[in-house]
């Protein structure tokens, strides 16, 4: 089906996250994308928000859980995301 966007947050480095109803996230920095897919499973299907932390990790809400992106680690770290790709 069609993949629309269901949130956005630009982050305190001007880096742009965009989500979307298919669990996939798009991170725009240093003028490339960077996409996250999450595991495709039945509560974790579409990104409802994103908010920054004090530490400058991302948290994304879904539809059924809430994962964090460790910023430290250049978005390498993941915490409850479930992250299924990354390309």
Known sequence: ?????????????????????GGKVALYQDDRFTFFELADSVNMNSVRCFAEAEDAS??????????????????????????????
């Open 58 to 87: 991302i948290y994304i809400g879904t539809t059924g859980d809430i994962c964090k992106i460790d910023k430290k680690t250049n978005h390498k770290g993941y915490e409850n995301c479930n992250i299924s790709r990354e390309f």
């Open 1 to 21: 089906g069609m993949v629309s966007i269901t949130a956005m947050l630009t982050d305190s480095k001007g880096n742009l996250w965009i989500g979307t109803n």
